[in-house]
């Protein structure tokens, strides 16, 4: 996508399995649970509505992202943060997902992101989804941990692992934890 004038995004690459998604899930729930935020999905689909979940893990639930979104009287407004799952795939970068104890799996990264026009938001939109922002991210580092390097050493940036995927990555020390095609290891 080309720059856009006013345009603000922001993307953090994670590993994190269902015990991670969970703990994730916890440190966000008594922001999102005061009815300032609400996790959906259906937002960036043509057809069909947009549906609220009371949870991230019931959100992934038969979908393959989530986004948490600000709440106006119950409805979803706004931007939204997007969530997608970390899976295990087989064979290569686009293969199929399989059971994590299958051999030559490999983990594959998603991501927390958003991509925003705060000029073309109203004044509470713009404070209450910065304000999100930030509680998602602090509630990231808080289940997670910068502990990846790329194949020469040096720290992968804005790369993060949950500690149920790390816990994996060390008992599957042969099999891969692939970011958007680039191959990291543990440090």
């Known amino acids: 996508m080309a720059?856009?004038?006013?345009r603000q995004s922001r993307q953090t690459s994670t590993f994190m399995l269902a015990a991670?998604?969970?703990a994730f899930d916890?440190?966000?729930s008594?922001?999102?649970?005061?009815g300032i935020g609400c996790w959906t999905t259906g937002f960036h689909k043509s057809e069909g509505p947009v549906v609220v979940h009371s949870s991230l893990g019931e959100a992934l639930t038969g979908d393959i992202q989530a986004f948490l979104?600000?709440?106006e009287g119950g409805t979803p407004t706004g931007?939204?943060?997007q969530y997608l799952p970390t899976n295990m795939a087989g064979g290569s970068w686009a293969g199929p997902r399989v059971d994590p104890e299958t051999p030559n799996a490999f983990i594959r990264a998603d991501r927390l992101a958003y991509l925003w026009f705060p000029d073309r938001e109203p004044h509470a939109v713009q404070t209450g989804f910065a304000e999100m922002v930030e509680v998602a991210w602090r509630a990231l580092h808080a289940v997670t941990a910068a502990h990846l390097v790329l194949s020469d050493g040096s720290p992968a940036r804005s790369t993060r692992i949950g500690s149920a995927a790390r816990e994996w990555a060390m008992?599957?020390?042969?099999?891969?934890?692939?970011?958007?095609?680039t191959h990291l290891r543990l440090r």
Request: hydrophobic share 30%; charged share 20%; proline share 9%.
């Open 79 to 81: 931007p939204g943060l």
């Open 171 to 181: 008992k599957h020390p042969s099999q891969q934890l692939v970011a958007w095609n």
């Open 26 to 28: 916890d440190v966000l």
């Open 69 to 71: 979104r600000l709440t």
């Open 3 to 6: 720059y856009e004038r006013g």
């Open 30 to 34: 008594p922001y999102i649970s005061g």
């Open 20 to 22: 991670d998604v969970r």
